[in-house]
């Protein structure tokens, strides 16, 4: 019964700033991972930012300054601090979990950067 909700997408102008979330209901045992993929159109999805055990981050090339990971403190909720706004991150955004058995999907949410 696990259900991951995601939130904070919206139409925000370069160089500007989201914050965007993903709150899972549920119970998810041995959290391995929590990461942020995203998908243009006309291009595969790739993972953006990752979230490891003891606090490892990786992220992709293309937002490595600008965007930041975290996880609330009931662990419930993982967070995609997005700065430093560019055209090209216009994307739908999937917030992901992985646990022992299998991984979760949000059902995504838009992220437009535009003038």
């Known amino acids: 019964q696990v259900q991951l909700e995601e939130s904070g997408g919206g139409l925000v102008q370069p160089g500007g700033s989201l914050r965007l979330s993903c709150a899972a209901s549920?119970?998810?045992?041995?959290?391995?991972?929590m990461a942020w993929y995203r998908q243009a159109p006309g291009k595969q999805r790739e993972l953006v930012a990752g979230?490891?055990?003891?606090?490892?981050?990786n992220y992709a090339d293309s937002v490595k300054g600008r965007f930041t990971i975290s996880r609330s403190n009931t662990k419930n909720t993982v967070y995609l601090q997005m700065d430093s706004l560019k055209p090209e991150d216009t994307a739908v955004y999937y917030c992901?979990?992985?646990?022992?058995?299998?991984?979760?999907w949000g059902q995504g949410t838009q992220v437009t950067v535009s003038s």
């Open positions: 979230l490891f055990s003891g606090g490892r981050t």
């Open positions: 549920g119970s998810i045992s041995s959290i391995n991972a």
């Open positions: 992901n979990i992985a646990s022992r058995f299998r991984s979760y």
